[in-house]
């Protein structure tokens, strides 16, 4: 697909007549050809060009910039009807919620526009927020994914290690957590041992666990995150720390 192609139908486009209530619209085919290359790539897409589809007045051709789409999510044309998906992966219509049904088949025909822009992304930063991003959807497959890719590029990097850690263990795979951490666990970074610790008591190896939630709390200078000093709680209650 390509910006030529998408020029190609507009100018096909524009050699038919305006859509006529009650008349079949000659242009029908284009549109829903155009409404795919939008899914797909919607920089491909001029303001002029938005603005032609706009004036059509089709119900199933209301392309929109992602600019201009509330709280920077997308706007997505589901039988002819617009629904918004957040960043949190939350589908309303009219800013009202729609039922799980709905909005399972709206993610899926707003899935090739995640991709892209997922695609785009280099830096760790960025896939990293994405990555916290899809984890609090509750989209752990993305999440891992987008935190592997940024490990990939950093592979020192104690930041990605405690994202990827975090997501292995919301996924029940404290394991993992641990195998990945593994070679972190003599670090400085109360981050990374908090989730260590919290995936090697939930691996059942509590002396190890122990160890490293003090060690987590002796890094953190005195000021522990809310996750540290819930964690360090519950396992000194449970007789884990020592």
Not at 67 to 79: E, F, H, K, Y
Not at 110 to 127: G, I, M, N, W
Not at 163 to 188: M, W, Y
Not at 194 to 218: H, N, V
Request: hydrophobic letters at 40%; proline letters at 5%.
């Amino acid at each position: 697909m390509s910006n030529q192609t998408v020029r190609h139908l507009i100018d096909r486009l524009r050699r038919f007549p305006a859509p006529q209530p009650g008349c079949e619209y000659k242009g029908t085919a284009i549109v829903r050809e155009l409404r795919k290359r939008y899914r797909e790539c919607t920089e491909d897409f001029t303001a002029e060009d938005f603005e032609f589809l706009k004036a059509l007045g089709l119900p199933r051709s209301e392309f929109v910039p992602r600019d201009q789409a509330p709280s920077g999510g997308d706007i997505v044309d589901l039988g002819g009807v617009r629904y918004h998906v957040s960043d949190t992966s939350c589908v309303t219509l009219n800013n009202v919620q729609v039922s799980e049904t709905i909005a399972v088949a709206v993610r899926a025909e707003a899935q090739p526009l995640v991709d892209a822009r997922d695609e785009k992304l280099s830096s760790p930063q960025e896939l990293l927020k994405e990555a916290a991003k899809a984890k609090r959807a509750g989209d752990l497959i993305r999440a891992e994914k987008l935190a592997r890719r940024a490990l990939d590029i950093e592979p020192g990097s104690l930041f990605a290690a405690t994202t990827l850690s975090s997501i292995f263990r919301a996924k029940h795979d404290p394991e993992g957590a641990v195998a990945l951490t593994e070679q972190h666990k003599n670090c400085s970074d109360p981050w990374l041992l908090t989730t260590r610790a919290a995936a090697l008591q939930d691996a059942g190896r509590p002396a190890e666990a122990g160890a490293a939630i003090k060690r987590a709390w002796a890094c953190s200078g005195g000021n522990p995150s809310e996750e540290l000093r819930n964690l360090y709680a519950r396992m000194n209650a449970e007789g884990v720390v020592g």
